[in-house]
């Protein structure tokens, strides 16, 4: 069984950066794509990003795009969302989530096998 457990979030102010990472545990690890999503209080989960695990492609949310970068690291069994140049409306619990077989990784609606706890991000104004 497939574990997916999320850190790195925490309180930074307007313009700052954070450095999400999602690792994956147990004893056998097999994956498509892992996605990361967001859901801020009021709000509906939000796709955020996602890449396959062979890292030949990669999806953003366009209001990310071009501030945040998905990345994979096959050795560690790791995926990280470097984020950038944040938003208060980054302000979300995010959660990361793998799929084991081919999905729409961008649609909100995909179901994904694996979800992580998720980890709180706020960015302060």
């Known amino acids: 069984q497939v574990q997916l457990v999320e850190s790195g979030g925490g309180l930074v102010q307007t313009g700052g950066s954070l450095r999400l990472s999602c690792a994956a545990s147990?004893?056998?690890?097999?994956?498509?794509?892992v996605g990361w999503f967001r859901q801020a209080p009021g709000k509906e989960r939000e796709f955020v990003a996602a890449i396959t695990w062979s890292g030949s492609s990669t999806w953003y949310e366009r209001s990310v795009k071009g501030r945040f970068i998905i990345s994979r690291d096959n050795t560690k069994n790791t995926v990280s969302l470097q984020m950038n140049s944040l938003k208060p409306e980054d302000t979300a619990i995010y959660y990361c989530?793998?799929?084991?077989?081919?999905?729409?990784?961008?649609?909100?609606?995909?179901?994904?096998?694996?979800w992580g706890q998720g980890t709180q991000v706020t960015v302060s104004s």
């Open positions: 147990g004893r056998t690890f097999s994956a498509y794509a």
């Open positions: 989530a793998g799929s084991r077989t081919y999905i729409r990784t961008w649609d909100p609606k995909a179901r994904y096998d694996y």
